[in-house]
């Protein structure tokens, strides 16, 4: 009954920017963090940068001074700016919502979206 829907992935070049997006929707009490990972051909997938309630976070050393997270808590959404973008970047880019569903049942489930590509050329 969750759905997390990224957006904005797409080609560019080297040195380039890119902004994701990510909407959690359905039977959502509480988020209590989201993030990003990506997975490039052949390797494990692996995170990027997370953020959770409250507002901190945290990122992969390969991002950090390049890559930004933010939410906006009333929209359910999540952001990534990726400036100075690498060929190295290039992968599938899947947003992750660590949500509780019910007020009444304190469990935290893991969802994820259906992932956007990112390809940066060289």
């Known amino acids: 009954q969750v759905q997390l829907v990224e957006s904005g992935g797409g080609l560019v070049q080297a040195g380039g920017s890119l902004r994701l997006s990510c909407a959690a929707s359905g039977s959502i009490f509480r988020i209590n963090a989201m993030g990003w990972y990506r997975q490039a051909p052949g390797k494990q997938r692996e995170l990027v940068a997370a953020i959770v309630k409250g507002g901190s976070s945290n990122y992969a050393d390969s991002v950090k001074g390049r890559f930004t997270i933010s939410g906006d808590n009333a929209k359910n959404t999540v952001y990534l700016q990726m400036n100075s973008l690498k060929p190295e970047d290039t992968a599938v880019y899947y947003c992750?919502?660590?949500?509780?569903?019910?007020?009444?049942?304190?469990?935290?489930?893991?969802?994820w979206g259906q992932g956007t590509q990112v390809t940066v050329s060289s």
């Open positions: 992750n919502g660590e949500i509780v569903i019910s007020q009444g049942i304190s469990i935290t489930y893991t969802y």
